[in-house]
């Protein structure tokens, strides 16, 4: 069964730097096919789609994040990445990674999502 397992949180002040990784397990070979994405939801808020990238490898970035975080996709190690720099307390969330597709030694997955990583920013 395949999974996403992301890492990489933590506590960090403001202004600092943290790398979120979302890899794929399960399998030895993953392709993120279409749409891998990142969320995140903050305590008492609804989800917030971080970034999307599309099948021409652009990336989009929700207004709050773009110029700070970059999203990055390395299929060869079946690893999805979030560098977040410049980082400020309303960053603090739950960061989580999804994938509308997913295929894996040959076998399609759809909607596949990660559990998240706690992403703490203070002041």
């Known amino acids: 069964q395949v999974q996403l397992v992301e890492s990489g949180g933590g506590s960090?002040?403001?202004?600092?730097?943290?790398?979120?990784?979302c890899a794929a397990?399960?399998?030895a070979s993953c392709r993120f096919?279409?749409?891998p994405k990142w969320y995140r939801q903050a305590p008492g808020k609804e989800p917030e789609?971080?970034?999307i990238t599309y099948r021409d490898d652009t990336t989009t970035y929700a207004d709050s994040v773009e110029g700070r975080f970059t999203a990055t996709l390395d299929n060869a190690k079946n690893?999805?990445?979030l560098q977040m720099n410049s980082l400020k307390p309303e960053d603090t969330a739950m960061y989580s990674c999804n994938v509308?597709?997913?295929v894996c030694?040959?076998?399609?997955?759809?909607n596949v999502r990660g559990q998240g990583t706690?992403?703490?920013?203070?002041?």
């Open 49 to 51: 789609l971080v970034s």
């Open 33 to 35: 096919d279409l749409y």
């Open 118 to 123: 706690q992403v703490t920013v203070s002041s």
């Open 79 to 81: 690893t999805l990445y």
């Open 100 to 102: 509308v597709r997913l």
């Open 25 to 27: 397990s399960g399998y």
């Open 12 to 21: 960090v002040q403001a202004g600092g730097s943290l790398r979120l990784s």
């Open 105 to 110: 030694s040959g076998r399609m997955y759809e």
